[in-house]
Antibody, heavy 124, light 110 residues
């Protein structure tokens, strides 16, 4: 059974750096074709994709946010960390991490398992 | 503003058939698999359709996906009250080298 859970600060001040951790179980990020992504959703708004890291340490970032984002993985701890710098009130959102399957071995199902999300508020 | 366009809202009565569209371009919908996610109020998104027209285990066959050129569609038949949710199309964009979500469609069951 695949599960993911986001953790980190829920309240930040403008200009601070956000560090979120996704702790997962039921799969290993050393398995070919797997990845973990981060997605956010501002209140009342659409989903916005942020970043992805794959089993081979390949990384992809949202073009509009790539200068502020860093994604990394700790395979031994089953964790993926997302760092976002220079936080602003417009970054207030629920942040989700999700399991990503790009391998035929898991039917290339994409973002198929999601965490419950963590609401991060940026306010002075 | 998303590179993939969805109608902001859709509606239907119980038992009806509803189709939600997702319009993209050659760099995304036109060349890659489309995914659909359902987000019930107050919950995390759930995968509904993968590889354009495949249903994960447990998703009723009332839900189906298709694609023609640079447009994709999600069709729900036999609409039920519990289908009231937001629906997002998702696809990889080759030009952006990024995952893109559509703007979402809020489905109301009247």
């Amino acid at each position: 059974q695949i599960t993911l859970k986001e953790s980190g600060p829920t309240l930040l001040k403008p200009t601070q750096t956000l560090t979120l951790t996704c702790t997962f179980s039921g799969f290993s990020l050393s398995s070919s074709g797997l990845g973990v992504g981060w997605i956010r959703q501002s209140p009342g708004k659409a989903l916005e994709w942020l970043a992805l890291i794959y089993w081979n340490d390949e990384k992809r970032y949202s073009p509009s946010l790539k200068n502020r984002l860093t994604i990394m993985k700790d395979t031994s701890k089953n964790q993926v960390v997302l760092i976002m710098t220079n936080m602003d009130p417009v970054d207030t959102a629920t942040y989700y991490c999700a399991h990503d399957c790009t391998s035929p071995s898991c039917n290339e199902m994409g973002l198929d398992y999601w965490g419950q999300g963590i609401l991060v508020t940026v306010s002075s | 503003q998303s590179v993939m366009t969805q109608p902001p809202s859709a509606s239907g009565t119980p038992g009806q058939r509803v189709t939600i569209s997702c319009s993209g371009s050659n760099s995304n919908v036109g060349s890659n698999s489309v995914f659909w996610h359902q987000q019930l109020p107050g919950t995390a998104p759930k995968l509904l359709i993968y590889k354009t027209n495949q249903r994960p285990s447990g998703v009723p066959d009332r839900f189906s996906g298709s694609k023609s050129g640079t447009s994709a569609s999600l069709t729900i038949t036999g609409l039920r009250s519990e289908d009231e949710a937001d629906y997002y199309c998702t696809v990889w964009d080759d030009s952006l080298s990024a995952v893109v979500f559509g703007g979402g469609t809020k489905l109301t069951v009247l």
